[in-house]
């Protein structure tokens, strides 16, 4: 019956924590989608400046769309590349969470049915 108590208490320990790595999980991923959206906007709008300079033969125009619009476009391309870089291995740590309690919980429970 001891043994019983430990296990639900060592079971319960472990289904909290991994609800609350999962919640984490989750914000993780909201997050992800809304700056995956925003790089998508963002390639867009680098993309299409970097069309209409190649287009253009005015270098007086080249050069002012390439200083309203095309560098910052570019720098906030590339943070927001780097952002989702860090989001992504943020997932794949709190991932490996989630694996290594589940590999414990199944260890537990092989464990308990064999005595």
């Known amino acids: 019956m001891e ?22 999980l989750e914000e993780i991923e909201t997050e992800y ?16 400046t970097k ?12 050069e002012k769309i390439r200083e309203m619009y095309h560098k910052p476009f570019e720098e906030n391309y590339n943070q927001l590349k780097e952002y ?13 969470f989630i694996q290594k309690i589940d590999e414990v919980t199944r260890k537990e429970s092989a464990r308990s049915t064999t005595y």
């Open 3 to 24: 043994e019983t108590l430990v296990k639900s208490y060592l079971q319960k320990s472990l289904d909290e924590w991994k609800q609350d790595i999962l919640q984490v």
């Open 33 to 48: 989608e809304e700056i995956a959206q925003e790089l998508k906007v963002y390639s867009y709008k680098y993309g299409i």
């Open 51 to 62: 069309q209409v300079i190649q287009s253009t033969v005015n270098e007086e125009i080249i």
């Open 84 to 96: 989702i870089r860090d989001l992504e291995e943020k997932k794949r740590v709190f991932q490996m």
